[in-house]
Each structure stands twice: as structure tokens, then as C-alpha cells.
């Protein structure tokens, strides 16, 4: 115990103040170099420490991902594409496929859908900050403490399971929401709309209230009814907002891990591929097909890359 | 990832603490249609309340009671509610050391990101370098890269480096991750800092190093914050990093390895789940509701990470 908390001690106080004499040893070191040279060297040795960090710990790993996902089991040897032929008759893997793209479509048209809701509900009210806390609450705490929250909720016995009470109050027989597919699957993500909602209702609140008062006033004078206006300015106005939220909320889709590991450890056909990855490296230690894996999440999300490429450079040239 | 259509004034606009009249006015609204309104708020709340206050009260409640009924069943009386759930995961299930390697997990994998991100951001955003915009853009792209793609070598180069299962390896991991996110946010706060403050340094002969320390940093203090809790919060809720690479060593796992350990283990034992739950939940909880304000602001400023 004492060990780490000197550990921890000295990487608390030491990186920070060691980051800081680098930049004083750069400066002094700049005062021998000619001055015209200066303004060109100054910045590249100051962004160097972070260039060097997202060398080793993002771009040279993703590339070496790529690489071994051409080879066999502990990357000695090329296989070609084999890994991937795997990945395309595997019948787990292409489960955990259809179940990522439920993931994506169910879980960004209800995080999304039901933010709007409760973005443009929300705005009417004098509570607002209430409803927008409690909402918000769950994007605070770990999929983790969500999956134990909800295990709970979906429990099978009504003694325990609150979903299960409920229908059996209605005369019902109590459902097995882990043990069928696609129940499963909806089942958790449910679980992922009720973390996502927050954040999508908070962006979405922002871009509300930048919408102009006076606009939405001159709809209503003109005789437009609430849902009209909703339609036909409201909406469009925060269709770029919206797109933003979808890509982020398409993201978390394509990486879900943890709630389904919790939850069902992907058991009933409820896999998902970054849990199938899992699998790969760790129960059946084949890093080729796990790699295989993680390069194919990669290429999903290029489109998203570019997307936000795009924006940003968009965004500078008005800045 | 950004949300183009809110800048730096109205960034307040979502936090609760705002200035502008809290309803719109609510224009040719019926009667019923405001008795509507509240009801669906009132029905949307408490979905989302639900499973949590669930889960709250059965973990005060003994274990017999807890197997045997439903959690609403203890809000009528005769009360019976007992701290022996949270006392025997504490001292039994090792969740107190779980605790505080969470603790010695998230709290320099914070400062570190922080650190390294700061000098990055500010050269980003005042000076000016050939390839600037070429690396900066890529830095984008990184923002959204799965960290899936980077496990198997680094959880190589850890094993070689002999760092596998330490914090040290999570700590640089997690630092990693958060960069691109840490460097985009600060460099697009640093970047809407008034150029005269720093123009004017520069004329009465600031070095870099002063403009960066005396003026920078302590204009970005509300941006850093945000980034603060954006890292706490995600190193604190991480399953997967940590499961990676210190899951082999148990002295060092942290609350949310533990904690869906025991869901695997304990399964029926809810008493004692829903205790690990809430004590894992009550730092973020805490940060979160004591600091919204920021997070709103770091959130609605420029969204999300990879």
C-alpha cells in the first residue's frame, strides 16, 4: 500500500513538474539557437511530449493491429485474409454483428429520439433543472453499476426483478429477458438508452435555446400550432445538432463492451464483437482473430472520421 | 467531435445555473395540453428513477428481506434497514481496497493527461508551425479511434517493457486514450482566448513560457476543470482498459473489475451487489452533482471522445 502511494505520489507531482523543466530546458536551449530559427523550432519541441505519447500508445498500436490481424494465433506467422474469412462464416461473429447493428440503430434513435423529447418538453417548464439532473444522473456512474442497477430490474423472479413484478401484477407470466434473442439484446440496450439519453438531451437542450425566441414568436403570430413549428423550424434548425449527437451516440453503439459483459457476458446469442474480441484475446488466445476484429470496428467507424474531419475544417474556415 | 452551433457565452444555457427566464412563454398551449406536458415529465422521471432508488433501498435492507420481497415492499412499514450489506462488502469482499486502487488509479491518470495536453494545446492554438493544420486534423481523427484497435500491442509492449498488470501501464494507457480529447478541448478554448492579451505580452517582452503559465493557464481554469472530471469520470467507470491489462493481478484491480467479478460470483446475492453498486457509484455521483456546471459546459463545448 505504501508502495503505490509513493508511486502514485511521484507520478502525481514528478510528470507535471518534470513536463514543466522540459519546457525551461527547451527555452534555454533556444536562447543558443539563432534567433530567425526560433518561431519554427519552438512550437514542434513543445507539442512534442504529447506527439510522442499518441505515437506509442494509439497510432503505432493501430497500425501494428492491422499487421497482425494477417497473422496466426501469436503473430508469427502470415495467414492472409484467413483471419477475416474467419470473422465472415463464423456463426459467433456474424451473430455479434447483426447485434452490433441493432445496437446501433436502436440505440441511437432512443437516445436521440427520446433527448429531443425531453429536450423540447423540458423547455416549457419551470423545473427544468430537476428533470434535466435526474436524466443526466446516469451518464455519471460506470456501465458497470448501470448493469448490476438493471440486472436487478430484469431479474426473473417478481420477488426481486421490478420489471417482472410489475407484469406479473398484470397477470402475466414472467419473462426471461437474458436466455432469448433478440429479447436480449433489447434488453440491453435499453439499459445503454438510459445512460445515453442525458447527454443527447443536454446538447440538444443547448442547441434549443440558441434557436431565436423572436423566430419561434413570429411562427405563432402568424397562426402556426406548436407541432408546426416544431416541424417546420424547430426541427431542421437543429438537424446539424443532431447529426453531431448521432455519430457520437453511433460510436458508443460500435464499442459497447461493458454493459453486455456484465450483464449476459454475450451468453444467449447476445454477443457483440467488442465482447467477441475479448473472447478472442483472452479465453481462446488468438490474437489474429482478435485483431481481425478490432481492424473491422476501425473501418466502421472511418465514415465517422472523416465526417468529423470534414465539420472541423468547416468550422475552422468560419472561425 | 463538436456541437458547432453553441459557442463560449451560451455554453451556460444548459447548466442549471442559467440566466436567461427559465420557461419560454408558453404560447397558445391549452389546459389539458400543460397537464400533459407535466404528466410525460412526471412519468419520464420516474422511469429513469426507478431502477436506481430500486436498487438504493434494497441495499439497506437485511438479506432475508431482500430475497424474499420486493424492494417497494420496504417503503411501508413496519421499516427494517441495516449498514450490514455495505460493512461485509467492505471488509470481506476486499471492496475497500478496491476503492483505493480506483483512487491511485484515476487520480494521476487525471493529472497526466492534463499535464501533457496543456503545452500541447497552447502551442496548437498561438503558434504558428509548418504541418500545424495536417497534424491537428489527424489529432481529430484520433479522437474517435476504438481503443479495441490499440490492445493487443500495447498489452504486448507492456509485458515487455515488464509493466503489464501495474497502474503504471494503466495510467499511460488511460493517458494516451484522453489525449486527443485533451488536447482538441483545450486547444479550442485556449484558441477563443483574446489574441490582445497575449499580443500585448509579447510586446512588453513575455516570453512563451510566461504568456503560457501567467496568462493561459489560468484563463482556461473552467476548461481544464471540465476536462478534469471528463478524465476522472471515464478512468473511474472504465471496465475494459482495466481489465486488460491488470486484470491478472487481483491486489490491483479497481471497483468496476471487482465489482462485475462479484456479479459473476455472488449472481443471486443481491444484498451484497447492490452495496458494491452504490459504493462504486458515490464518488462520480458526487463529482458530477457538486461540479455539473462544468461538465455541461466541457460537454455542450465540444463532445465526445473516442
Given amino acids: ?319 | 467531435m463538436t456541437v458547432a452551433p453553441v459557442h463560449a457565452p451560451t455554453l451556460e444555457a444548459g447548466a442549471p445555473a442559467r440566466t436567461r427566464p427559465p420557461a419560454r412563454t408558453p404560447g397558445r398551449r391549452s389546459r389539458t395540453g400543460r397537464i400533459v406536458l407535466h404528466l410525460s415529465l412526471a412519468v419520464i422521471m420516474i422511469v429513469w428513477l426507478v431502477p436506481a432508488v430500486g436498487l438504493f433501498v434494497n441495499s439497506f435492507r437485511p438479506p432475508a428481506a431482500v430475497s424474499s420481497s420486493g424492494w417497494w415492499t420496504a417503503l411501508a412499514p413496519p421499516y427494517e434497514f441495516t449498514f450490514s450489506n455495505y460493512s461485509e462488502v467492505l471488509s470481506r469482499q476486499g471492496l475497500d481496497t478496491a476503492f483505493l486502487n480506483s483512487l491511485f488509479i484515476t487520480i494521476p491518470a487525471t493529472v497526466l493527461v492534463l499535464a501533457v495536453a496543456a503545452f500541447a494545446a497552447y502551442a496548437f492554438a498561438w503558434m504558428q508551425f509548418v504541418g500545424k493544420d495536417v497534424i491537428f486534423v489527424v489529432m481529430v481523427g484520433l479522437l474517435v479511434v476504438p481503443l479495441q484497435v490499440t490492445l493487443v500491442p500495447l498489452l504486448r509492449l507492456f509485458a515487455d517493457l515488464g509493466i503489464a498488470g501495474t497502474f503504471l501501464s494503466v495510467w499511460l494507457a488511460h493517458t494516451g486514450f484522453g489525449l486527443p480529447f485533451a488536447i482538441y478541448l483545450l486547444r479550442n478554448y485556449m484558441g477563443g482566448l483574446p489574441r490582445e492579451v497575449f499580443e500585448a505580452a509579447a510586446i512588453d517582452g513575455a516570453a512563451p513560457t510566461t504568456s503560457f503559465f501567467r496568462l493561459a493557464l489560468p484563463m482556461s481554469a473552467p476548461v481544464i476543470a471540465a476536462m478534469a472530471i471528463f478524465q476522472f469520470l471515464w478512468v473511474w467507470n472504465d471496465l475494459l482498459v482495466a481489465l486488460v491489462f491488470i486484470g491478472p493481478v487481483p491486489g490491483n484491480l479497481p471497483l468496476t473489475v471487482l465489482v462485475s467479478n462479484l456479479v459473476n460470483s455472488l449472481g443471486g446475492q443481491w444484498h451484497l451487489l447492490t452495496a458494491a453498486a452504490f459504493i462504486m457509484m458515490v464518488v462520480p455521483v458526487a463529482i458530477f452533482i457538486a461540479l455539473q456546471r462544468y461538465f455541461v459546459r466541457g460537454i455542450t463545448g465540444g463532445a465526445v471522445k473516442g
Fill in chain 1, 1 to 319: 500500500m505504501d508502495d503505490r502511494l509513493t508511486t502514485a505520489f511521484f507520478v502525481v507531482v514528478g510528470v507535471p513538474a518534470s513536463l514543466v523543466g522540459y519546457i525551461f530546458l527547451v527555452e534555454l536551449v533556444l536562447r543558443l539557437v539563432p534567433q530567425r530559427r526560433v518561431p519554427r523550432i519552438r512550437p514542434l519541441l513543445w507539442i512534442a511530449p504529447a506527439l510522442a505519447f499518441l505515437a506509442v500508445f494509439l497510432i503505432y498500436p493501430t497500425l501494428d493491429t492491422i499487421r497482425r490481424s494477417f497473422m496466426d494465433r501469436l503473430s508469427e506467422n502470415y495467414v492472409g485474409w484467413s483471419n477475416y474469412e474467419y470473422m465472415w462464416t463464423d456463426h459467433a461473429v456474424r451473430g455479434a454483428i447483426v447485434n452490433n447493428l441493432l445496437w446501433l440503430v436502436f440505440l441511437t434513435l432512443g437516445a436521440v429520439g427520446i433527448g429531443l423529447l425531453v429536450a423540447v418538453l423540458v423547455d416549457r417548464v419551470r423545473y427544468e433543472p430537476v428533470v434535466k439532473t435526474v436524466i443526466f444522473l446516469p451518464m455519471a456512474i460506470s456501465f458497470v453499476a448501470a448493469g448490476v442497477i438493471w440486472r436487478f430490474m430484469y431479474d426473473f423472479r417478481p420477488e426481486s426483478g421490478t420489471l417482472n413484478a410489475i407484469i406479473t401484477g398484470f397477470g402475466a407470466d414472467p419473462v426471461a429477458f437474458f436466455s432469448e434473442w433478440p429479447l436480449n439484446t433489447f434488453a440491453l440496450i435499453v439499459v445503454g438508452v438510459w445512460m445515453q439519453v442525458g447527454f443527447a438531451m443536454v446538447i440538444l437542450s443547448a442547441g434549443l435555446k440558441s434557436i431565436s425566441n423572436d423566430l419561434l414568436e413570429a411562427a405563432r403570430v402568424d397562426g402556426a400550432t406548436e407541432w408546426q413549428i416544431f416541424r417546420k423550424v424547430t426541427f431542421p434548425l437543429l438537424l446539424p445538432t443532431i447529426a453531431v449527437i448521432s455519430t457520437a451516440v453511433i460510436i458508443i453503439a460500435l464499442k459497447a463492451f461493458d454493459i453486455v459483459y456484465v450483464m449476459t457476458n454475450g451468453n444467449f446469442n447476445s454477443e457483440v464483437l467488442a465482447n467477441r474480441m475479448y473472447k478472442e484475446m483472452f479465453t481462446f488466445r488468438h490474437f489474429g482473430r482478435a485483431s481481425a476484429i478490432a481492424v473491422v470496428l476501425f473501418l466502421a467507424i472511418v465514415p465517422i472520421m472523416i465526417f468529423n474531419i470534414r465539420r472541423f475544417r468547416e468550422q475552422e474556415a468560419i472561425r
